[in-house]
């Protein structure tokens, strides 16, 4: 596009990590910030996937609905608020989150992935960061149909 066609536009761009931005903050309608902000998709629709190594899930089962993960040991993540994430899912309009167990919690989502892949517990992680594991046969993706 011509640079001529925005003349003083100005844009600035972030890339955040966490969902404690902007955004996700309840702005009122007379606040002049909230009405200037425009959000536009950089990509496809983000996936999440429950996640497990072949040799855990034939130790422990597969979990079949989400309330059977109080029964598993899963890959915690603790968010840049020092909050612990729960695990979100939806099936036929129906939206769940579980506050899930594990003796382990992380800060970082790649090492989510690390951990599942070598047999601690079920990991909830982005689709697309474990795709390339999944069809290797490396990470198992288990509730599915459930996942947001």
Aim: include cysteine.
């Amino acid at each position: 596009m011509p640079a001529a066609k925005f003349g003083r536009l100005r844009a600035s761009l972030l890339l955040l990590q966490y969902r404690n931005n902007l955004l996700f903050r309840k702005w009122p309608d007379s606040n002049p910030v909230w009405r200037k902000l425009i959000a536009v998709s950089l990509g496809l629709k983000r996936s999440n996937a429950v996640v497990a190594s072949p040799d855990f899930l034939r130790i422990h089962g597969i979990p079949t609905v989400p309330v059977d993960l109080y029964r598993f040991r899963c890959i915690r993540a603790r968010l840049p608020n020092n909050a612990l994430f729960r695990w979100k899912f939806e099936k036929d309009g129906e939206a769940v989150q579980i506050d899930v167990q594990g003796s382990i919690t992380l800060d970082e989502s790649s090492l989510v992935k690390i951990a599942a892949k070598n047999g601690v517990g079920l990991g909830y992680v982005m689709e697309a960061d474990v795709r390339d594991y999944i069809a290797a046969g490396r990470l198992v993706r288990v509730l599915e149909d459930w996942t947001l």
